[in-house]
């Protein structure tokens, strides 16, 4: 399984970034698809995820406004749009992937790529 994030990059405060993960070797469509943050000296932090069948979709509170979260299956992707990013956004963005239901607790996840740098300033 590989799970590959793209998309980050710099960015000033207020602008916007869409990321990306495209899954491989897994049965996309049967898994929940999560997006994860690490900033630097901070300990990982869910940001957002949806089911398998898109029914189901939870944000961080702090970030519902601003974030959204999409799938496409027939890509195997899932996206995470960023608008009116701010400078704590700076983070490493993981995307995660496990069985059918949406979890927000990182250790339930089975799959994980190595992440996309968002650096956001203001």
């Known amino acids: 399984v590989q799970l590959v994030e793209s998309g980050g990059g710099f960015v000033q405060a207020g602008g916007s970034l869409r990321l990306s993960c495209v899954a491989s070797?897994?049965?996309?469509?049967?898994?929940?698809m999560a997006w994860f943050r690490q900033a630097p000296g901070k300990e990982r932090e869910f940001v957002s995820v949806i089911n398998w069948i898109g029914s189901n979709i939870s944000f961080l509170d702090s970030l519902k406004g601003r974030f959204t979260i999409s799938r496409d299956n027939a890509k195997n992707t899932v996206y995470l749009q960023m608008n009116s990013l701010k400078a704590e956004d700076t983070a490493v963005y993981y995307c995660?992937?496990?069985?059918?239901?949406?979890?927000?607790?990182?250790?339930?996840?089975?799959?994980w790529g190595q992440g996309t740098q968002v650096t956001v300033s203001s």
């Open positions: 070797g897994l049965r996309f469509s049967n898994y929940a």
């Open positions: 995660a992937a496990r069985p059918f239901e949406a979890r927000i607790i990182a250790n339930e996840y089975n799959y």
